[in-house]
């Protein structure tokens, strides 16, 4: 009976096998296409009313019950009001509330911009007096902000800082000398923008009486031309990009005074070559806190500025034999007790959080471990509880935790510490969206395994509420396909370094069988792609392949994140000597396996991992039958000065560390079939980079393909671009591995 059971048990997995159907290229990368996209949460702001929150929904922002998940008040309806005077109507794209929650600014027409900017047209919307006023009719805005007691915002406009009073109407201009690749005030150049994660270059004072602001003079900075094609004659596109070892734009940071109408200077130090990556207000009106790195980024200091006098001391100062990591979402928090303040440092060897007083007296360090702190979320200072991501239980995945720091007023040697509370119960990545109250919060949990879910919870118990998020249709629609879920390992290279890795095997995988490998690398300090975390399209265009009899497989080599500052580190000065020398231990250890084809194993990257794709099918000739870069970086000397000089310090300082692991110096290696793409329109890695290589590999005599998209960016988007790229990657790997 036992094996009968067994036998129909195997016939109804085989014919639901035959039944499901194989992913298709139009369903991930159509242009109409959302077969494989996961709802979720969006837009969530929570209300200083307790127990509500908002969310943009089409057309519409409307309020709902934090505990029943149900629509309490809709606060705009943009088919319902017309803007005042008129019978015009707006299109809402986004929205910000005041602090006073009595206002809404509304994002409408939005321009892009580069990765983190754009202009838009923004409106009031007054929810006592149901008016609808436009912001300022002298043309678009960007990074439009409320000031904390709600009567004004502050945007920028052509390089300019600007100021409506919102009883009044009146636009003030707080600079004038703005100018477009000279002059930018309030707004962050090109390279802070892309390395530092930031846009707007401002902030309120919490009593709005002040804005502190960034001043970038990149006049000095050498200018990129980017054609753009299309009319009769191209035209230039031209903007200030400083290529490593090339002067930065010169930064100052200004308090400008509302009731005065006048800016004064802060004193950051004398030395002009630096970076400002950090500037936020203390609890304290009259205190700026100031982020200060130098060039080559491997000191940094915390800065309290006298508002009024413009001086300035350093409190914390954390130095490094290779570079301040300052890549932390919100990792400063001054506590609302006006003493104290919570700041990362990785002076353990691990990401952790330590308490300072405001004069910079180390009080105690809160995490310890040999894990990292993920990502500070904040202090419920009433409570005395800490919460944080973290990786304690493993590289791969990340899990909240809340932490007890209501320590007794003597610390004796037997007092021990409290150890963090993990509130999260789901392997994989969780990502947390807490109440400013600390009352609640939105867990946003996924793996490899399981399709992303949300989750409302209780602070600090953790108990859920409800599930506001199951993705019960998703699940569904992928019973139809044949979906194959990655297995993770880890390997022993000949240096006995363990590196992690997945794998994503045919769904009719035979072990007796010989299975051609296609490696996907990314591989950049930091970065990881060997996380327990739902896949996007790259994971449903894998799929594609697995179905086709391929094995894909992603490695994290030497450099990569969540293993410490030692594991990160040590590609240092040396960026792409490591990083490959594992992608190739990769190769052989899955050379050796025995359902591996050793002859037919290929590698795919994009970006840093299109410049590893380029390395390995040089550099590794002898390992890689096939290899695809799409927008690699071929040299160092091309990319910008803070993201490459982070990592491999000036040209100047560092020649070789620039030109030996170049793939245009290994150009005359290449010996299996290689395919590079690239966009013309890219303003992140320049399409100068493929050029150069190209140019190289003919030189060389090597036989290759190239293929580029007119006036794309580096993400490749824009009506069918991404679909026509991924077939076009799909006959490659069909044709050559």
């Avoid at 202090?379 to 304690?392: G, Q």
Wanted: hydrophobic share 35%.
């Amino acid at each position: 009976m036992k094996q009968l059971t067994f036998i129909l048990v195997l016939l109804t997995t085989f014919v639901h096998a035959q039944q499901q159907r194989p992913i298709t290229l139009a369903e991930i990368f159509g242009t109409k296409s959302n077969t494989f996209t996961a709802e979720t949460v969006s837009g969530v702001n929570w209300m200083k009313e307790g127990g509500f929150y908002t969310s943009l929904q089409p057309g519409k922002v409307v309020k709902y019950s934090i505990a029943t998940g149900e629509a309490v008040e809709t606060l705009f309806d943009q088919s319902q009001v017309s803007v005042e005077g008129t019978s015009d109507k707006i299109n809402i794209e986004g929205y910000e509330l005041s602090a006073d929650e009595r206002k809404l600014l509304l994002v409408t027409d939005e321009e892009p911009i580069y990765r983190r900017s754009s202009k838009a047209d923004n409106y009031i919307y007054n929810l006592d007096t149901k008016t609808l006023t436009k912001l300022s009719k002298n043309g678009k805005q960007q990074y439009a902000t409320f000031s904390p007691d709600g009567t004004k915002v502050a945007f920028v406009r052509e390089n300019n800082l600007f100021v409506t009073d919102l009883a009044t109407g009146e636009e003030l201009a707080i600079t004038t000398d703005g100018k477009f690749n000279e002059i930018i005030n309030g707004g962050a150049d090109w390279g802070y923008e892309e390395e530092f994660s930031m846009s707007k270059a401002f902030a309120w004072s919490p009593d709005s009486k002040r804005i502190a602001y960034y001043r970038f003079d990149e006049s000095a900075v050498p200018v990129y031309n980017m054609q753009v094609w299309g009319p009769l004659y191209p035209v230039d596109y031209n903007f200030k990009y400083p290529k490593a070892g090339e002067k930065n734009a010169t930064v100052q940071i200004l308090v400008h005074d509302l009731a005065a109408r006048k800016s004064r200077p802060m004193d950051i130090g004398p030395e002009t070559d630096m970076y400002i990556p950090r500037m936020e207000w203390t609890q304290n009106p009259d205190v700026l806190s100031v982020r200060r790195m130098n060039r080559l980024q491997n000191q940094l200091d915390l800065l309290h500025v006298n508002a009024i006098t413009g001086l300035a001391d350093v409190v914390v100062t954390e130095k490094a034999d290779t570079y301040v990591d300052i890549n932390f979402a919100d990792d400063l928090k001054y506590l609302a007790n006006g003493t104290q303040f919570i700041l990362s440092s990785e002076r353990s060897g691990y990401k952790h959080l330590y308490l300072y007083e405001m004069d910079g007296t180390l009080v105690r360090q809160l995490t310890s471990g040999d894990w990292e702190v993920s990502e500070f979320l904040g202090v419920d200072e009433a409570n005395k509880i800490l919460y944080f991501t973290s990786t304690e239980v493993s590289p791969l995945e990340r899990h909240f935790y809340s932490l007890d720091i209501d320590l007794p007023r003597r610390i004796t040697r037997r007092y021990k510490a409290p150890t963090p509370v993990r509130l999260s119960n789901k392997r994989g990545i969780n990502r947390i969206l807490l109440s400013p109250d600390f009352q609640y919060y939105l867990e946003y949990n996924s793996s490899m395994a399981a399709v992303p879910t949300v989750a409302l919870r209780k602070a600090p118990s953790g108990e859920v509420l409800r599930t506001p998020e199951t993705n019960a249709k998703l699940i569904a629609t992928l019973n139809e396909y044949r979906i194959v879920k990655p297995e993770f390992f880890q390997f022993n290279t000949s240096e006995n370094v363990m590196l992690n890795g997945w794998m994503m095997k045919p769904a009719n995988f035979d072990a007796s069988k010989k299975y051609p490998v296609l490696m996907f690398v990314y591989g950049g300090p930091g970065s990881q792609t060997v996380v327990d975390s739902w896949g996007g399209r790259d994971y449903f265009w894998h799929q594609t392949l697995a179905d086709k009899g391929y094995i894909v497989v992603s490695i994290d080599n030497r450099g990569t994140g969540a293993r410490g500052k030692a594991f990160r580190t040590v590609t240092y000065a040396q960026l792409g000597k490591l990083e490959v020398k594992d992608q190739i231990e990769g190769a052989k250890y899955l050379g050796a396996l025995p359902y591996v084809d050793k002859d037919r194993i290929g590698i795919w990257g994009w970006s840093y991992g299109g410049y590893m794709a380029s390395l390995c099918m040089t550099v590794g000739a002898e390992y890689f039958k096939a290899g695809i870069a799409v927008a690699p970086v071929t040299s160092w000397r091309f990319y910008d000065t803070i993201y490459t000089e982070r990592y491999l310090k000036r040209p100047q300082d560092n020649p070789s560390g620039y030109d030996d692991n170049s793939p245009i110096t290994h150009a005359d290696k290449l010996k299996g079939k290689f395919l590079i793409i690239h966009g013309t329109g890219d303003d992140n890695v320049h399409f100068q980079n493929s050029v150069e290589f190209v140019d190289a590999l003919v030189e060389a005599n090597k036989d290759f393909e190239t293929f580029y998209y007119p006036n794309r960016a580096h993400g490749l988007r824009g009506g069918n671009t991404r679909l026509h790229l991924y077939r076009k990657m799909t006959q490659f790997v069909e044709e050559n591995l």
